[in-house]
Structure formats: C-alpha cells, structure tokens
C-alpha cells in the first residue's frame, strides 16, 4: 500500500494523472481564439490517407487522417483537401492528432465553398480525451465558414479529434486549423520517470526486507 502511494504520488507530481474531477471538453460554435493558440501550417503540397501540418511557433507535428485520400496545397490557404488522385472532391471524414502527444483546444473550419461539397448535413464531432472518454457533438454545415472551438477545463487534454459528414459530396475543405497547448513528451523525461518509479520500487522493497529481517 505504501509503495502504491509512492508510484501515485510520483506520476501526480509528473502531471501523468488528472487532479480534477471536473475535467471536461466544451463546444462552441464560432471562432473564438484561445491564448497560446498557434496557426496549423498546411502548405507541404503530400499527398495521402495521412498527412502532417505543423504549429507555427513551436513547429510540433499535427497529424491528419482519413480513409480517403487527403492533400495539403502547397500554395494558398493552408487547408486539408480530399481528392480521387486526379481532381479535388468533397472531404467527408478526418482525424486530427498530435503524434505521440496531446492538445488543450482547437479550432477549425469545415469550409463550403464553390462547386465542391454539399450544404445542410450534419457534421459529427467525436472528442477522446486522455482519460481515453469520446465526447461527441453534431451541427449543421452551411455555405460558407462553419467555425468550432473546441476548449478543456480541469485540465483534461485531447488525444483525437474525429469528423464525419453525413452527405456523401461532404464538404470543400479543412481549413484555418489552429491548436493551443499541443505538447509531446520528452524521450529523456519518459526515461527519467521510468527510472525513478524503478528507484522507488527498489528503496521501498529494501525497506520492507529489513523490517522483516529485524
């Protein structure tokens, strides 16, 4: 029980556990900045059902995913677009992560403009947060921006942030994406931690066997 404690106490300290039970993802329609929040650079012209954006300031990965074929353009507005390998089509479905690490709040624009994408179907918004807890939300894409702010109390982080359309022409692009607070964890501070929890285990063993010992 006392080595628990001292394991707990540990990763408390590492930030590796939630320290509030009022932890939770709040959605708000719009475009609504955060503070720290860094601009999605989207301008590397890949290809493919996976492809990398990258934060303006402290040039962390941003991962996006889809079954379908998603392109970054390599001149204009940084956006996500899908396409059948010759021509742009409508982007129904994409995920959005931080490789190896986490977020506090995102903003993005399932934008409709032009030829490409239908109006008046409903987006699904599915939140996992690192509690491994889905917190999903649903609105209405029109001509034009469709802002949402995703934000985090308590000090809850998100893992993944999933979107699906429901028309099957889906919408034009994936535009203006923007995050705050992504991080990653260090190597060197994963390790350290490994080692110290190790170091715990092994001091508080000893202790027991020389109070048995006695």
Not at 26 to 54: C, D, H
Not at 179 to 200: D, F, N, Q, W
Request: proline fraction near 5%; include cysteine; charged fraction near 10%.
């Amino acid at each position: 029980m006392r080595l628990r404690t001292i394991l707990f106490c540990a990763a408390l300290g590492m930030g590796l556990l939630p320290t509030s039970s009022k932890a939770g993802i709040i959605f708000t329609l719009g475009n609504n900045p955060q503070p720290g929040e860094e601009n999605v650079l989207l301008n590397k012209g890949t290809t493919g059902t996976t492809v990398f954006g990258e934060t303006n300031q402290t040039h962390l990965p941003v991962q996006f995913t889809s079954t379908q074929t998603l392109t970054e353009p390599a001149s204009g507005q940084a956006r996500i677009e899908a396409t059948n390998g010759t021509s742009q089509i409508g982007l129904t479905n994409v995920t959005i992560s931080v490789p190896g690490g986490s977020y506090g709040d995102l903003i993005f624009n399932p934008d409709i403009t032009g030829t490409i994408g239908t109006p008046g179907g409903t987006l699904h918004v599915a939140v996992t947060d690192n509690l491994g807890v889905v917190s999903p939300f649903d609105y209405t894409l029109s001509n034009g921006q469709n802002f949402l702010t995703i934000t985090t109390t308590g000090g809850q982080r998100i893992v993944s942030t999933s979107l699906s359309y429901s028309l099957a022409d889906g919408f034009t692009d994936l535009r203006q994406v923007r995050i705050s607070g992504a991080v990653v964890p260090e190597p060197a501070g994963i390790t350290m931690l490994g080692t110290g929890l190790g170091m715990l285990a092994i001091c508080s063993r000893r202790r027991l066997l020389r109070k048995q010992s006695a």
